[in-house]
């Protein structure tokens, strides 16, 4: 249900109790980013990936980060690469199609997923047809 968070974040703490490894928030939403800490195991890695606003601001406990024992680190997009990566692949010296071993349709999210949790192929894409 993606109209109620709350759903996933009850999901995930009572299916994953002891918490995980690694943690990396990508979406660049800092509410989110301020729930990373309770989603880390004892011992776990936080890695900030998202981009976020200059003027955004993160309300973390110093007492649970070193109470967990846990790592965070930053890590920044490649913004400079992209006019790069695309001429290679422009120029077909990456070949991605060798990559790509399955095509979904929007309407077929679900079987995308399957295939992921199978293992199945390399990398699986959504297009639209």
């Known amino acids: 249900d993606r109209t ?3 759903y996933h974040h009850e999901r995930l ?3 994953h109790q002891r918490g995980f490894d690694y943690v990396i928030e990508a979406t ?3 509410q989110l980013c301020n729930e990373t800490l309770q989603y880390a195991r004892p011992g776990g890695r ?3 990936y998202g981009v976020y606003p200059a003027d ?4 973390w406990s110093p007492y649970e980060i070193f109470q967990k024992q846990l790592t965070i680190v ?3 997009a490649q913004t ?21 071993t399955h095509a979904f349709a929007l309407d077929d999210y679900h079987r995308a997923l399957e295939t992921l949790r199978a293992r ?8 639209q047809f």
């Not at 955004?56 to 309300?59: D, I, M, Y």
């Not at 690469?81 to 790509?100: P, T």
């Not at 199945?120 to 297009?127: A, L, P, T, V």
């Open 4 to 6: 109620d968070a709350r």
């Open 13 to 15: 703490l009572r299916e």
């Open 28 to 30: 660049g939403s800092p």
């Open 46 to 48: 936080i890695v900030v």
């Open 56 to 59: 955004a601001r993160l309300n």
């Open 74 to 76: 930053g890590s920044f």
């Open 80 to 100: 400079h690469c992209f006019d790069r990566a695309l001429a290679y692949l422009e120029s077909r010296q990456v070949k991605v199609n060798e990559m790509v």
């Open 120 to 127: 199945e192929g390399i990398k699986s894409i959504i297009q």
